[in-house]
């Protein structure tokens, strides 16, 4: 029973433009929600969180936006840069419980 | 400031030898510590998670087992090793709220041959 998805197991963008990265979730009780990047035989770094009280956060080129209705969570990129080439995880957690993570996203930035 | 240390950075075994991991985190009291595994093309599958000093929980059935012998060390064993086992494994820590996210090591590549 998977209860966050990246349905995108993949994702090309041209540099300069938009990325988008995509997960649902499909326990309303979730209260916080991450993002992290990982390059290769790299541990995964955090980028940017939202709590629940939220439906945006926002941190230089990188926005997250959160639907509670719809339960998805969306990271955008933009401009994107070469350097975001990586694998992203949206992850999230339910109070004080573990994060549960997605199964990732390999974004690939054309230049 | 809080650091997280794991290894050997790679490790070739052979099936049905030992294993044994190694994670240690500085600058922070009782955190939560978690092993992870990525295999080949897939995402993070979270192995063991420790809240405490002997205080292990398994999230799947494996050939693996974890130990914590001290507050700040997470050991992640295995008597024989399988073909299976290969993948990158990933050390993290947390503290309370967990919601503030994992921080996690370096990773460890290791190929069963």
């Known amino acids: 029973d998977q209860q966050v998805k990246q349905n995108s197991p993949s994702l090309s963008v041209q540099e300069g433009r938009i990325s988008i990265l995509n997960c649902d979730y499909t326990n309303s009780m979730f209260d916080y929600f991450l993002w992290y990047k990982k390059y290769p035989a790299e541990g995964p770094t955090f980028l940017i969180s939202?709590?629940?009280?939220?439906d945006k956060n926002e941190d230089g080129r990188f926005t997250v936006f959160l639907n509670k209705s719809a339960k998805h969570l969306s990271l955008h990129i933009v401009p994107s840069q070469p350097g975001d080439s990586a694998v992203y995880f949206c992850?999230?957690?339910?109070?004080?419980?573990?994060?549960?993570f997605g199964t990732g996203t390999r974004l690939t930035i054309i230049p | 400031s809080q650091t997280i240390h794991q290894w050997p950075a790679t490790l070739v075994q052979p099936v049905g030898s030992p294993l044994s991991l190694e994670c240690t985190v500085e600058?922070?009291?009782?955190?939560?510590l978690y092993w992870y595994r990525q295999a080949a093309g897939r995402g993070l599958q979270l192995l063991f998670y420790?809240?405490?000093?002997?205080?292990i929980s398994s999230e799947v059935p494996q050939n693996l087992s974890a130990s914590r012998p001290q507050d700040r060390q997470f050991i992640l064993s295995s008597k024989k090793l399988l073909l299976s086992d290969s993948g990158f494994y990933l050390c993290?820590?947390?503290?309370?709220?967990?919601?503030?996210?994992?921080?996690f090591g370096s990773g460890t590549r290791l190929t069963v041959v």
């Open positions: 992850a999230v957690s339910r109070g004080n419980e573990k994060l549960t």
């Open positions: 420790s809240v405490g000093i002997g205080q």
């Open positions: 939202i709590s629940s009280i939220k």
């Open positions: 600058g922070t009291s009782n955190p939560n």
């Open positions: 993290a820590w947390s503290v309370i709220p967990v919601g503030y996210g994992y921080t």
